[in-house]
Nanobody, 125 residues
C-alpha cells in the first residue's frame, strides 16, 4: 500500500500562485509515476499532470500547460504542483495519485492505484 497526503491548498486571488505538495509513504517503491487530478463541483475528475519517479519525465493537460509545473523530490518521496496565474476556473479539489504502471503516460484516473484525500483550491475573482 502507498499512502498519499496532499497539502498546500487554500484560497487565493486570481493571478496568484499556490504550491501543492503530496507526500508518499508506505510501499513507495511500487509506484512508478505520480499524477495530479482535479474535480470541480458538478464536474468529472480531470487529469492535470503526471511525472515519473525515474527520469522525471512530465506530461500536462492542455488546459494547464505553461501555467502549472509538476516536480518531484525523490529523497523526500514528495511530488509538487506549482500553480501560477491562477484563474477562478482552476477552483477544484486537487487530488494526488500514484500508479504502478511502468510505461506510458497515465492520464486517466483508472490508471492510478492509490489516491490522496484531496486538497481544496479556491480562486476568487
Amino acid at each position: 500500500q502507498v499512502q498519499l497526503v496532499e497539502s498546500g491548498g487554500g484560497l487565493v486571488q486570481a493571478g496568484g500562485s499556490l504550491r501543492l505538495s503530496c507526500a508518499a509513504s508506505g510501499r513507495t517503491f511500487s509506484s512508478f509515476a505520480m499524477g495530479w487530478f482535479r474535480q470541480a463541483p458538478g464536474k468529472e475528475r480531470e487529469f492535470v499532470a503526471t511525472i515519473r519517479w525515474s527520469g522525471g519525465s512530465t506530461y500536462y493537460a492542455d488546459s494547464v500547460k505553461g501555467q502549472f509545473t509538476i516536480s518531484r523530490d525523490s529523497a523526500k518521496n514528495t511530488v509538487y504542483l506549482q500553480m501560477n496565474s491562477l484563474k477562478p476556473e482552476d477552483t477544484a479539489v486537487y487530488y494526488c495519485a500514484a500508479t504502478r504502471l511502468r510505461l506510458g503516460v497515465p492520464m486517466t484516473q483508472y490508471e492510478y492505484d492509490y489516491w490522496g484525500q484531496g486538497t481544496q483550491v479556491t480562486v476568487s475573482s
